[in-house]
């Protein structure tokens, strides 16, 4: 099988590549370009798209001993990836630019371009297994486990990807890697997101979308608490920088229950009404037959998981949970597993647009 190797210049992407072609297949390494100006994105241990993991890469494939080129897909990546999280914080929702790149980028723009050219499949690094029944599981290392940013991806699309490291944990990895005289194997993971290079998401969201002044209100008594610069800058279950005028009269902390863009309001509350019981989401991306399901459903990004029945109807996913979870926002992803001997399988994914609280109604 004739395959591109997305390369990102890190170890897991490296020894993905080395596999592939242990394997048998004819690779070919691909770096992607996602910067318009590669200053202003994480360098280090801390980038995953820059000129020096540009260069990592085309070592690790000059060491693999297989073709690379790198493809500048920077246009690409800011429509799909950066404008739309700067608009989806803008909508008062919070979105995951890992999950939208591998949606966007990785295996739409790039998988494109690859059977345009002949490839049969793309692999990538990602820690997660896909069964000899083609069904997509998590990895066998739980904590590096990715199979959440890649429940968006539909059946045409799993069935043109390979994901040669979902059998091995981490250190097992790196351990190859340098068994392989690969020179990245030691090289730290990337963290947080590539595009903000310094790491401040409501200093880089204020410099495109402005200052907007708003009020904080009480969720319960509708009191006016304190003012924002814009309610961008926050997410449901945040406590830390409210800075809030007034204190709670019991003393405990306040977190941030909604957030209303047309009004400009971020709305606060104890944590208790942060609980919700029922998950509504829409793009439901389904592999299960049936169309009602009990399952386990994972809220966000190494969340936890909670048992829930899952029904998929007319466009939408409806989660009623089995156990209340907190901080559930909109514009996460709900992803549905069910429990398997040979790893929990992904049943599919949508895109979160509200918690609520039935019994808080009854």
Known sequence: MRVLAAMSGGVDSAVAAARAKDAGHDVTGVHLALARNPQTYRTGARGCCTLEDSRDARRAADVIGIPFYVWDMADEFHASVVDDFVDEYAAGRTPNPCLRCNEKIKFAAVLDRAVALGFDAVVTGHHARLGADGLLRRSVDLAKDQSYVLAVLTRAQLDRAV????????????????ERGLAVADKPDSHDICFIADGDTRGFLEGRLGSAPGDIVDGRTGARLGTHNGAYGYTIGQRKGLNLRVPAEDGRPRYVLSITPVTNTVTVGPREDLEVDTV???????HEASASVRCDVQLRAH????????????????ARLETPARGVAAGQAIVAYRPDPGGDIVLGSATITAGTRESAHA
């Open 280 to 286: 509504t989401a829409t793009r439901p991306i389904w």
């Open 303 to 318: 969340g936890e998981v909670v048992p829930a029945s899952v029904t998929v109807a007319a466009g939408e996913l409806t």
């Open 163 to 178: 994901f040669p490291l979902g059998d091995s944990t981490k250190e097992r990895v790196r351990a190859e890697a340098a």
